[in-house]
């Protein structure tokens, strides 16, 4: 039924917006401004929420419940578990963004701050920092802790509706149970979808500056069709194989890469930008966290902090339930630090070295990059490493991470598409990965001819919505479970 429903859904989708890609870019712009407008407190009190619950969760009385039996350990070491979760949870956004933002907020400031001034660059950087830090990874954290917890203690199929037999009990076999699984499927091909989408974007830009490849939706859609084949290679090859090498192999690129830029960059700077927002970030994290504006008619709330938090809710289930599948055997306290401190670290170093050294560049040495990135967002990074030493070797590594990233961000979520087609079956079946396989890449395509980002930003904010109810009932169900759990070993 899950697997039906939501591929009818789908295709219809996919058929509507084929053939009529403008209509579907007016109908998701009006839905796109009445959920901002009206229901973009209910994103920021969330998330919120569900940050302060995991940090209860872990440094309370629950903190050494273990995922699994008691006498269950890790299946992957602590670096491998680490470059599959972050993998699968940023990857390719984050190599987008990750010069892009800062800027942008620099030239287009938040809260009536004056652009391009001290604070303004102050500022830029505290919001990509809490954009990309606890708060994402704690959505993920909460969904993969339930769904583990169901998983490997209770032994309840690896689905989002086990989460909520706590709270509902029988009923998550019915079709309320079911629901919750369409929707999250539904979710999840839209929320990978978005990022597939920005990684065609991106990798185009950078082949453009590399080889001089035209740059156009055309060149995108080949890209998506390549990176799809490699995916589905990487897919059939199981979880212990492809995902695991890719994942490792991002993490030993992404650092390198990331260092070289340190010391190749404005080195002092790009420090002193790091500590400076990341206490910025912490000192007034409720007040950026709550940060509506009701008596100003301004839309970068909902181009920025409610997209995001709308972005990260829709890809929840995915996120949440692979870090689940990988994480059998660890506590509750070790499980939730290792989801949300260590990622949005290292997060806040990557927009602080990569973004640090784009506005130094643009501020201290006048190379115009945000003239580069206004024009076109997807080139920011590329422009940047251009002015390094080595530009061209370093783009073409930068690319070369962007394909592994695209490929690795696909290949999780079709594992996890294909369990939740499988009634939550761990290791599915070859079949159910092509299909989905076709499906993601036909979705990401439909997306860019549909209106590239603007398309992007719309569907997943329009999606994530029901959701955000969802992982509510999840928050009160683990603490259910948790409780109960206590109470029987008393």
């Known amino acids: 039924m899950v697997f039906y429903i939501s591929l009818v859904f789908l295709v219809i989708f996919l058929l ?191 082949l453009a500056t590399l080889f001089d490849i035209p740059n156009n939706i055309n060149v995108q859609i080949i890209i998506i069709i390549v990176i799809s084949i490699l995916f589905l290679i990487s897919s059939l090859s199981g979880l212990d194989r492809g995902i695991k090498i890719l994942s490792n192999t991002n993490i030993v690129l992404a650092v390198v890469l990331m260092l070289f830029v340190l010391f190749t960059g404005p080195t002092v700077f790009i420090i002193n930008i790091f500590f400076v927002s990341l206490s910025g970030y912490v000192q007034n994290i409720l007040t950026m966290s709550l940060a509506l504006t009701p008596f100003e008619n301004d839309p970068w709330l909902g181009n920025w902090t409610i997209f995001y938090w709308a972005w990260w809710m829709s890809w929840g289930p995915f996120v949440g339930t692979f870090i689940a599948r990988i994480s059998k055997g660890r506590t509750v306290r070790e499980f939730i630090l290792g989801v949300i401190i260590l990622p949005a670290i290292f997060c806040c170093i990557w927009f602080a070295v990569f973004g640090g050294t784009a506005l130094h560049f643009e501020i201290f040495e006048g190379l115009h990059v945000a003239d580069a990135i206004t024009e076109d967002v997807a080139v920011g990074l590329f422009v940047t490493l251009s002015y390094l030493p080595f530009g061209k070797v370093i783009s073409f590594m930068a690319t070369v991470l962007i394909v592994t990233f695209f490929v690795t961000s696909a290949d999780s979520a079709n594992f996890v598409i294909a369990m939740f087609s499988r009634n939550g079956d761990l290791n599915p079946d070859k079949k159910i990965k092509v299909i989905w396989g076709v499906v993601l890449s036909s979705m990401a395509i439909v997306l860019l001819l549909s209106g590239g980002l603007v398309a992007i930003r719309n569907v997943a904010i329009i999606m994530a919505l029901p959701f955000v109810l969802v992982i509510i009932m999840i928050c009160v169900s683990i603490y259910k479970a948790f409780k109960n759990e206590t109470i029987r070993k008393k």
């Open 16 to 206: 509507f917006g084929f053939m009529f890609p403008d209509r579907l870019l007016t109908f998701t712009n009006l839905l796109f401004g009445g959920i901002t407008n009206n229901l973009g407190w209910l994103y920021l009190i969330s998330v919120l929420g569900i940050l302060i619950f995991c940090l209860y969760l872990a440094f309370g009385k629950y903190g050494n419940v273990r995922l699994g039996n008691d006498h269950d350990r890790p299946e992957y070491s602590n670096f491998s578990w680490f470059a599959m979760l972050f993998s699968a949870g940023m990857g390719i956004g984050l190599v987008f963004w990750g010069v892009a933002e800062p800027v942008f907020h620099y030239l287009q400031p938040p809260l009536g701050i004056e652009a391009e001034t001290t604070e303004s660059a102050t500022m830029a950087f505290q919001y990509a920092f809490l954009h990309w830090g606890f708060h994402p990874w704690a959505i993920y954290a909460i969904v993969g802790l339930a769904l583990a917890y169901a998983t490997f203690r209770k032994k309840q199929p690896c689905l989002i509706s086990s989460t909520l037999r706590p709270l509902l009990g029988e009923k998550v076999k019915g079709p309320l149970g079911k629901m919750v699984d369409i929707l999250s499927l539904v979710l999840t091909v839209i929320g990978v979808s978005t990022s597939l989408g920005l990684g065609a974007l991106q990798a185009n830009a950078g």
